[in-house]
């Protein structure tokens, strides 16, 4: 069973960067489809970005294009979101998540690990 063990998140003002990163246990992490996923209270888990084995394909939600960049590095089994100009909208739980497969994906039926979570706050 694969660990996803997210760190970097944090409180932030409107306008600064964060930078998550998730740390994977599982010996295929080179085989699979990376994403990240947030999630407000009491709301459904979104999609935020996706970015495929090899990394040569990256997805993001509208909402964050242009502001996020997801990048991985399979020999160091991580992924990150490199999170700019934030906003208050931005403020949720922010989740690492594995794919079923080794392509970029955007929904949660396509996930198959999740990481516990990391919270990230953007005050305005």
């Known amino acids: 069973q694969v660990q996803l063990v997210e760190s970097g998140g944090g409180l932030v003002q409107a306008g600064g960067s964060l930078r998550l990163s998730c740390a994977s246990s599982g010996r295929t992490f080179s085989s699979y489809g990376m994403a990240w996923f947030r999630q407000i209270p009491g709301k459904e888990r979104d999609f935020v970005s996706g970015?495929?084995?090899?990394?040569?394909?990256?997805t993001y939600a509208d909402s964050v294009k242009g502001r996020f960049t997801i990048s991985r590095d399979n020999a160091k089994k991580t992924v990150s979101l490199q999170m700019n100009s934030l906003k208050p909208e931005d403020t949720a739980v922010y989740y690492c998540?594995?794919?079923?497969?080794?392509?970029?994906?955007?929904?949660?039926?396509?996930?198959?690990?999740w990481g516990q979570g990391t919270q990230v706050t953007v005050s305005s």
């Open positions: 998540a594995q794919s079923r497969t080794a392509v970029a994906v955007t929904g949660v039926a396509a996930i198959s690990a």
């Open positions: 970015i495929s084995y090899r990394g040569g394909t990256t």
